[in-house]
């Protein structure tokens, strides 16, 4: 590059061309001359810099300083700005996707900063389209080295040392590959590149010949001068224009300086190119139907061997190799094997390029050593997953490769490690697919990609792939049968081995590792009719309803609020849930983490909607009543009050049961009523749920703890049909450090408990709360309310790892209780017998756990004292099932009792469970949802029809309503519901977060896009 004061590096990049950076580099030129900077700066235009989804970009040196997003009016202003005025224009900075951090300088952004870039060296940095650039970065040295420095034998023994395997899917050693090319005897070889690059998504290869096409050309010079080629030729598809353009310019550029024609570097050596156009069809890269192609024949494979190397293009040794396994040479012969062998592992050198797809933060081209751990690539240079979503699996090698789920992300991403796992890493597409993501329809879109890429050749290829995307699109669409899963892999193993090329032979990977990794999405898929991914559209109404585990008719009721109808609204919100009040204050809304209008702002709040009917419900008289069946005087026992118990007790009542409750406590609710504390959910509008449910028939008796004031056999000798056992998960986990029984430490349940009954009611001191989750939260916040002087939280992870819910983590530290993260406790030290403090440690983050988080690990020496008057460890709960001793209840590994995943029905008969002591600690949608499942199983049991009631949908979905919905598809910020103001929460535990007015709660509904109407038609 010529010396200036300032390089501007416009990328021009496909994706950057096609988002105007031609307007930009304009903007930039016109303006550097109006200022009389054209001395001073030079404006290059580069290939893809690799952060295409940031595009347009500029990059200016010598600071290294990336702008994003630009219009042409923007890269005005840096000329004024940086450029004139030396003044970084901080608003067109890259912002850190998760913490919103700007980043000036490119090499301190994570996306690139984790990255090695050997193939890449050039992408981005120079400008593709002038020789000399690429020359002042040794280009075409490698060349020079090989033709005047080394023997061919040297060459080839060099690529092989290096460890080099061809990047164009199947990883077959290229040193080897070249040594073959070169014994196999003719006058006549021939060397191919194969760009044809037609893995969906993938771009790597079109990149590289866009961003640095001498580096290819340079490498088939040394490789054909290798193995004793003469000619070659470049295989690209016509889909790229772009690189096809600037491949045609730098080979015309490198025969105008003797790289390639005859006597290349006056070595007697002659060497040239052609281009090749392909038609488009997948099966095209295939390197025996590439070379058919190029001979102007059907592009069909055929048999191996002969291979290429023997009998290839015209019949003659043919060395066929990949875009990006090329442009790695000129560096080899450069740097020398052992140079390029330090990257990578044992059987893997040197470093891949990916195309970083879907849903992670940063996406695009990525250059890694082989071997960085999968977790890396995905939360390190990716960035994470978008929207704060859980990773679900990376699909690894495109249609003809597989997924790799949550506990595999250590994997290294290298040949044997990806393949054990049944994917590949094969050309570098890499997928990353979250929780919205339904395996199911992710192998449906591979195949169906696999099938129609078919060339039809062979009948198992051809027809096997039809048959198998037709049962794919059986279970999606909800009619699939448990067989079909057998049928499937039956299809895969005998396509997988009766195909003649690559493409039969692995199209049924994507197929078998979701059915390895996610069978039971299929099942769910075939046995539920549930796509918990929301995605088969067929299975559901709208994704909201899909996602709600009680089957909550949420769009309707969000309809009806939208027209003011709040009365029918609560009806039919009761007919799923006897809980709307409470679930309208406490759900963790799973549905709004499917709401379709996040895609447009942020998601409908589904839930403070439920909570506005559920008031107005209470507020009004009379308040709603559900339909009761006549009475049939069949008794049902339901053990412990809380929502699993209750919600089951109101269906079973609502089903004409003689539902009794037996609570070991004094107070009905559960959790609700001994867990969460009142200023998240007041205990005034959870006994109104109560009474609601205790007035239609539902008797509770309090003060009987199963398993001591009666048992089973007392039961059934009472006339007790069936029983349920809902008792929760509230035994406090231990933390099993030194300690830990010294007066001052409370477990949280037990501490939450005793404050929800009035026990204690006066904390002093410093508090110190051991653990992360809602009832560490509830605790601190409990604590500060009483009167702790200072409430510390001590969690061994990183904030974002904390299982409490979002808004209460904030809300905590927003009242003043301080969270420290990456800490965990060794010892609690006590002085005269009381607790004085705890020692901790500080901790970092290592490999990732099966939960897809990285697992805390110890610093050593990092140990610290946190002051402390009393200590709440709250890490965790589980069952206290002691009481089913001797019932011959199945118990499961977990502490948990063994049902039936549908019908809940335990090892015994008739002996049903539902909510936490099923599950383990879990959330009261779920208990909820639970109790209504168990309520319809026991009736079906007990002679009924187990059918829920369903009176309004098939109404509700013909509703047109009244307001111009348009209007309500722009952006629109969604109602927050106000906050009690910080002043008014000190010391008591008034009501926090408080509901909406009418007017706010309508705005609100009408932000739903009514999904329900798309999926109808
Ligand atoms: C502090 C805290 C905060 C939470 N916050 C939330 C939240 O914000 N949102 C959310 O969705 N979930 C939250 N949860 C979880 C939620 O409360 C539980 O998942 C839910 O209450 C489980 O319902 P359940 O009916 O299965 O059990 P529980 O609510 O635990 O009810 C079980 C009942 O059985 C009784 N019982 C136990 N043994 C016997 C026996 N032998 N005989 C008779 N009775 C017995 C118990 O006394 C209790 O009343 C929270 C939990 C806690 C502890
Ligand atoms: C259906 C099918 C499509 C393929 N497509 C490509 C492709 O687009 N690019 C590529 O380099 N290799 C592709 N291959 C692999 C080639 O057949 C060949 O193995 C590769 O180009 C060899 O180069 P390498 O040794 O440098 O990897 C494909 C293989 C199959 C079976
Ligand atoms: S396996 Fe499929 S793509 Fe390959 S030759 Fe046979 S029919 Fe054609
Ligand atoms: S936009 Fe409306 S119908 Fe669609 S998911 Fe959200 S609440 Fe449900
Ligand atoms: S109960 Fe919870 S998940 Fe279900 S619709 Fe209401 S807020 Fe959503
Ligand atoms: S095309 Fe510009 S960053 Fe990729």
Request: hydrophobic share 40%; with cysteine; proline share 5%.
């Amino acid at each position: 590059m010529e010396s200036s004061r300032a390089h501007v590096l416009v990328c021009a990049g496909a994706a950057c061309v096609s988002s105007g950076c031609r307007e930009i580099r304009d903007a930039v030129v016109n303006k550097v001359i109006e200022q009389g900077l054209q001395e001073e700066v030079k404006v290059i235009e580069t290939g893809c810099i690799g952060s295409c989804d940031l595009g347009p970009l500029v990059l200016i040196y010598p600071e290294g300083v990336l702008y994003q997003k630009l219009t042409p009016q923007d890269a005005e202003e840096i000329v004024s700005e940086h450029l004139l005025k030396g003044r970084i224009v901080e608003r067109l900075l890259y912002r850190e996707p998760v913490t919103a951090k700007i980043i000036p300088s490119l090499k301190e952004i994570d996306f690139f900063k984790n990255q090695v870039k050997i193939v890449l060296r050039n992408c981005g940095a120079i400008n593709p389209q002038n020789i000399d650039e690429y020359i002042a970065r040794d280009g075409y040295f490698a060349l020079a080295k090989s033709l005047t420095a080394m023997t061919r034998e040297e060459i080839i023994d060099e690529v092989l040392k290096s460890g080099l395997r061809g990047r164009g899917g199947g990883g077959f050693p290229t040193g080897m590959k070249w040594k073959f090319a070169f014994q196999s005897p003719g006058d006549v070889k021939y060397v191919v590149c194969n760009a044809d690059e037609g893995d969906p998504g993938a771009f790597m290869d079109r990149s590289v010949l866009e961003g640095d096409p001498h580096s290819v050309i340079e490498a088939m010079a040394i490789a054909a001068y290798a193995v004793g080629a003469q000619q070659g030729f470049i295989y690209i598809r016509a889909e790229y224009p772009l690189a096809i353009e600037r491949l045609v310019w730098a080979i015309g550029q490198a025969r105008e300086y003797k790289f390639l024609g005859k006597n290349i570097l006056d070595t007697g050596f002659n060497f040239d190119l052609d281009i090749r156009i392909g038609a488009g069809a997948f099966v095209c890269g295939e390197e025996t139907a590439l070379m058919f192609s190029i001979e102007g024949k059907r592009g069909e494979p055929r048999p191996r061997p002969p291979f290429p190397v023997v009998k290839g293009l015209f019949n003659a040794p043919t060395l066929l190799n990949n875009v990006e396994t090329y442009a790695n040479i000129p560096a080899i012969i450069m740097n020398g094997a052992a140079w390029y062998a330090q990257y990578g592992t044992e059987r893997s050198k040197g470093t891949k390029v990916f195309a970083l797809a879907g849903a992670v933060n940063n996406t695009g081209l990525v250059e890694v050593p082989m071997g960085t751990p999968l977790g890396d690539i995905v939360f390190n240079v990716g960035g994470g997953i978008k929207n704060k979503k859980k990773y679900k699996a990376a699909q690894l090698g495109g249609p003809s490769g597989g997924c790799i789920p949550i506990q595999h992300l250590n994997v290294p991403v290298d040949y044997e490690s990806i393949t054990e796992l049944g994917a590949i890493v094969g050309s570098g597409g890499l997928i990353v697919a979250d929780e919205d993501t339904c395996m199911v329809d992710f192998a449906r879109f591979f195949l169906d990609f696999i099938q129609e890429e078919s060339c039809g050749k062979c009948p198992p290829c051809r027809i096997g792939t039809k048959r198998m995307l037709e049962i794919l699109k059986r279970i999606a669409h909800g009619e699939g049968k448990l067989e079909d899963i057998d049928t499937l892999v039956e299809l895969a193993t005998r396509i997988k081995d009766a195909a003649l090329c690559g493409l039969g032979q692995t199209a049924p990977n994507p197929v078998l590792s979701t059915l390895r990794f996610f069978k039971n999405e299929y099942i769910e898929h075939i046995v539920d009719k549930h796509c918990r991914a929301g995605v088969c559209s067929s299975l559901f109404d709208a994704p909201c309803q899909n996602a709600c585990p009680t089957d909550q008719n949420a769009w309707g009721y969000v309809t009806l609020i939208s027209e003011g109808k709040f009365k029918e609204a609560i009806s039919l919100i009761r007919e799923a849930n006897p809980f709307p009040a409470v679930l309208g204050r406490v759900c963790y809304h799973p549905c709004e983490n499917k709401c379709r209008r996040a895609q447009i702002d942020q998601p409908v709040a589904i839930c403070a909607l439920k909570r506005y009917a559920a008031d107005v419900d209470m507020a009004t008289f009379p308040s709603f009543k559900p339909y009761i069946a006549k009475p049939n005087n069949i008794k049902v026992a339901i053990i412990g009050a809380g929502p699993a118990g209750l919600s089951a007790a109101y269906f079973l009542a609502c089903k004409g049961y003689k539902p009794t409750v037996f609570e070991s406590l004094p107070v009905a609710g559960g959790m609700l009523a001994v867990g969460i504390p009142d200023y998240r959910l007041p205990r005034e509008i959870l006994n109104a749920e109560i009474k609601a449910i205790a007035d239609i028939g539902v008797e509770i008796k309090y003060n009987t703890r199963f398993g001591k004031d009666i048992t089973s056999e007392d039961l059934l000798a009472d006339g007790y049909r069936a029983i349920l056992l809902a008792t929760g998960a509230h035994r406090g986990q231990k933390l099993g450090i030194p300690g830990e029984e010294v007066t001052g430490v409370a477990d949280g349940v037990t501490f939450l408990r005793s404050v929800n009954l009035n026990e204690i009611v006066k904390v002093s001191g410093k508090v110190a709360v051991i653990g992360g989750g809602n009832v560490a939260i509830d605790a601190a916040r409990a604590a500060l309310r009483l009167g702790a002087d200072e409430v510390s939280v001590l969690y061994r992870r990183e904030r974002d790892d904390m299982p409490a819910y979002t808004e209460e983590i904030d809300d905590a530290e927003h009242e003043g209780v301080r969270i420290h993260t990456l800490v965990a406790p060794n010892k609690i030290l006590a002085k005269n017998g009381k607790v004085s403090g705890v020692e901790c440690t500080r901790m970092s983050l290592g490999k990732f756990d099966n939960s897809g988080r990285r697992a805390p690990q110890a610093i050593a020496g990092s140990e610290f004292i946190v002051d402390a008057d009393m200590v709440i460890s709250a890490i965790g709960q589980s069952p206290d099932l002691s009481y089913l001793k001797g019932d011959g209840i199945k118990i499961t590994k977990s502490n948990t009792v063994e049902v039936d995943r549908k019908t809940l029905v335990t090892s015994k008969e008739g002996f049903y469970a539902a909510g936490d002591n099923v599950r383990g600690p879990a959330s009261v949608v779920e208990a909820v949802a639970d109790g209504k499942n168990a309520a319809m199983a026991i009736d079906v049991y007990l002679g009924g029809d187990g059918l829920a009631m369903n009176a309004f949908r098939d109404e509700l979905v013909k509703m047109i309503v009244s307001y111009d919905e348009t209007e309500y598809q722009k952006e629109r910020e969604r109602s927050e519901m106000p906050h009690l103001p910080l002043a008014k929460r000190y010391r008591n535990f008034n009501e926090v977060v408080l509901g909406y007015q009418a007017q706010a709660a309508v705005e609100e509904a009408k932000r739903c896009l009514h999904c329900y109407l798309r999926e109808e038609e």
